[in-house]
């Protein structure tokens, strides 16, 4: 089934800003220059370059799952930095499959939507998938994906089941048809939270990190909509769970989206980046902000 795969290079904007035009012109294109061939290589049509990033068509999705995890490797042994900086830049993507329709080499439908906003949703480093890619690929290669479960997606009327593919899992490029060993140690995750202009990094263990209005909160919020213990972030299986416990709930925003996930005595993972909003809504005057931050520890 045609696949669809959207990158988009993290913090391209502050690029622009700290490097100036020209310069920072010359690293995004040294960059969508190895995307290009990479995905060229694993069967992929560049449709069109986006600027910071790139929109491709595979024609299944083995192969576009296979391009995005032999990138994301790459760019990890052999990282790219701006001139002058130690910060490497950092790549985020997202692979859709279903119908494609053409129009004068442009390419249309909701497997593209559905890309561009897990490219959006993703993280640094990440790569976000569908349930219909997990759907079509092999027993050994859906191993290297992780269930995120029902995230929603802007413009979509449901909830998306999203999968976390781990592309860091191995570097055995003979192991498995995704190129990738199943069985090496993953990285374990960390977590930034920035509340009124103050970040603390965590990473979360046996025990859970709480948001609240209690002196004793991994993260304090003073606020009187704020529960004293209002919502809780675990590690379950590599992954880190947001749980409210709170009496007026938690709404979570992911990536750039505008509609919430809404948590009520229930839980979701979270990816990315975003915001946690306790108690009321992000729009609400005042609202007791949480922004957070997934990346591999």
Known sequence: MPTVVFTDVVGS???????GDEAASRLVTQLTGVLSRVFEQ??????KLLGDGIFVVFPQEGNAV??????????????????????????????????????????FGDAVNSAA????????????????????????????LRSLGEIHLRGKAEHTHVYRVEWQSGRDMDATAMGVSIHAQRKPLSLELTVAGMTRSFTPGTEPLTLGRAPEASML???QRVSRVHATITSRGGQLVLAD???????VYFGNQQEA???RRTECFLVGSGDIVLGCERNTENAPIVGFSVRQA
Not at 42 to 47: A, L, S, T, Y
């Open 13 to 19: 904007t502050s690029l622009f800003e700290q490097l």
């Open 42 to 47: 694993h069967g992929g049509r560049v449709v």
């Open 66 to 107: 296979a391009a995005c995890m032999t990138l994301q490797s790459r760019f990890h042994e052999d990282p790219i930095y701006p001139p002058g900086s130690q910060t490497q830049v950092h790549v985020q993507m997202g692979i859709a499959s279903g119908e494609v329709v053409e129009i004068e080499g442009d390419c």
């Open 117 to 144: 906003r897990l490219a959006d949703l993703a993280g640094a480093e990440q790569i976000l998938t569908t349930q219909t890619v997990w759907d079509a690929l092999l027993p050994m290669q859906r191993a290297a």
């Open 221 to 223: 919020i003073a606020d």
């Open 245 to 251: 416990t709170s009496s007026f709930g938690t709404w």
């Open 261 to 263: 996930v809404a948590l």
